[in-house]
């Protein structure tokens, strides 16, 4: 069974600072890997998808990396902003499965 | 274009009874999901419809199920509601063709108290 591991849990940080959030997982016969934002009480919204053939994936001051083989992904925010204060969901979908196993987030604090 | 839609948004239920959730996907999509959201638990996956079938199901019990229409909207019931049924439950649609980019997108959930 895929399990999905974020670390760490809680961040907080100056804003400005750039910084990196982790995301591992057991299988690596994956079909894909999306990176999501939640802001309390409210659905998902997608930041990044990576395909299991694709090794990163940008928008804007996001970053997305991924390394199958060692079963890790990471996303890189640069210049972080207030706005971007809010918890962090990886999300892994199985090769033959339309079901995602997800961590348990990163709870991001970007202080002014 | 229109994102993904929850209807209601939110509910307030007592024990015993039983409550029905819809979702409509973003148009095109042909699959839907449904998770329940808890604080313990986390995300949790409950099922996938792709043309009106249930192609994928969770570890969840019997008193959790959906359906899919035609025009790809779907609906979850839950019978029987416990107090541990209380969670966000959040739907998430897909194009699912073969090659295509299929990124999943959430909609804004619905919340369900149950007391």
């Known amino acids: 069974k895929q399990e999905v591991t974020q670390i760490p849990a809680a961040l907080s940080v100056p804003e400005g600072e750039n910084l990196v959030l982790n995301c591992s997982f057991t299988?690596?016969?994956?079909?894909?890997l999306q990176w999501f934002r939640q802001d309390p009480g409210k659905g998902l919204t997608s930041l990044l998808l990576?395909?299991?053939?694709?090794r990163e994936q940008t928008s804007g001051r996001l970053n997305a990396s991924l390394d199958k083989s060692s079963g890790r992904s990471t996303l890189y925010i640069a210049a972080s902003q207030p706005g971007d204060s809010a918890t962090y969901l990886c999300?892994?979908?199985?090769?033959?499965?339309?079901?995602?196993?997800f961590g348990s987030g990163t709870k991001l604090n970007v202080k002014p | 274009k229109a994102g993904v839609t929850q209807t209601p948004r939110y509910l307030i239920k007592t024990r015993g009874q039983q409550v029905t959730l819809s979702c409509s996907p973003i148009?095109?999509?042909?699959?839907v999901s449904w998770y329940q959201q808890t604080p313990g638990q986390g995300l949790q996956f409950l099922f996938e419809?792709?043309?009106?079938?249930?192609?994928n199901k969770g570890n969840f019990p019997g008193r959790f199920s959906g359906r899919q229409f035609s025009n790809s909207r779907s609906e979850m019931n839950v019978s029987t509601l416990e107090l541990g049924d209380s969670a966000l439950y959040l739907c998430?649609?897909?194009?699912?063709?073969?090659?295509?980019?299929?990124?999943?997108?959430f909609g804004p959930g619905t919340r369900l108290t149950v007391l």
């Open positions: 148009s095109g999509h042909r699959s």
């Open positions: 299988d690596s016969a994956i079909y894909n």
């Open positions: 998430a649609s897909s194009l699912e063709y073969a090659g295509a980019y299929n990124e999943q997108f």
């Open positions: 419809y792709f043309s009106e079938t249930q192609r």
């Open positions: 999300a892994v979908r199985p090769r033959n499965f339309n079901k995602f196993y």
């Open positions: 990576i395909q299991s053939s694709q």
